[in-house]
């Protein structure tokens, strides 16, 4: 998959770092630590400029959260009860906690759509409960605006940094997807393991 990213990025530029930050808001095991930090290398050599890399990167991924957030409202909360009721075991999720989750967005919904921007897969899955909740438009753009621009350009910065001091990152970069990857799924394994349904 490193090497995948690396060429697209190299080969198609800006374009290709928003089509693939707009994929991970798809398929969150597509992870955004290693597209900017690939794209922040690629600024590093000349290749492409920094602001454009972040910018590039966070216009794709929010074209994915809002995608997920109409999705969401289109949805509507009925049938993402039923869904939950059917696959509360593989979604690690009762009803009970979406309720929990829909008090705490009356009370801080700008701030942990803005936080969880910064989280790994909740950077995506976000987007529903906004949608769900009756998140305006305009909180919705903005505070996920602020927090994926901040992640993107973090992840970039770091990849900029690296670039310019090591001549064969991508020899860290491998292991490092790799890593990722590894912990995104075993994360969702143990939840997995430790989750059990509210008694009723």
Known sequence: MQDWIIGLVNSTGYWGVAFLML????????????IMTVAGVSAARGNMNLGGVVAAGTAGAMLGNWMWFWLA????????????DRHSRWLTLDWDEVERGQRLFRRHGSA???????????????????????????????????????????????GYFLGTRFDDIERWLGPISTAIIVLIVL??????????????
């Open 112 to 158: 942990i759509v803005m936080f969880a921007r910064m989280l790994p897969t909740l950077r995506s899955l976000i987007s529903i409960p906004a949608g769900l909740f009756g998140m305006s438009h305009r909180r919705f753009l903005v505070f996920s605006a602020i927090g994926t621009a901040g992640w993107s350009a973090a992840l970039a910065g770091v």
């Open 73 to 84: 409202i289109r949805f509507g909360e009925k049938r993402i009860h039923k869904l939950i």
């Open 23 to 34: 994929l991970e808001t798809v398929f969150p095991p597509i992870p955004s630590e290693v």
């Open 187 to 200: 994360s969702y394994l143990w939840r997995l393991w430790r989750w059990k349904p509210k008694a009723e």
